[in-house]
């Protein structure tokens, strides 16, 4: 084998490996990114379910209420204070947003870092009030 044989031999090695390399590189990155946004994703789902339950722990503790505006008003300051809590324990931080929704239902977002979680939670189903029916 010559010296320029074995110069392009080096040489093509070291581009693969080179190659190889940066690949490797992106998977790790992409793999870190997704595993972050997993993350997220857990801990939007743990702030849902928490979410759920302060609604009914707070009907456990006052019964059903026969108006659920304000059954609700008293469960949204109980949601407001899930971040901070939970934020310590699991180093995330979330928004919670409230958009317009029917009576007697309570429109829950939870968002943290562009991903976000939502349900619609129904008062009386939670035991937070009871549905007054109106009728002959």
Known sequence: MTLAETVTASLVLMIGSSAAAQVW???????SVLARQEAQLHALDALLLA???QA???AKSKGPAT??????GQLEPLLRALP???AQSKGQGATLTLPPSAPGMLHVRWE???VKRERLLSASVLGLCREVAHGP
């Open 67 to 72: 108006d659920c505006p304000a059954a609700l």
């Open 84 to 86: 901070s809590f939970l």
């Open 51 to 53: 979410s759920e339950g």
């Open 25 to 31: 590189s992106q998977t790790l990155r992409a793999s």
């Open 112 to 114: 943290s870092a562009g």
């Open 56 to 58: 009914r722990a707070l």
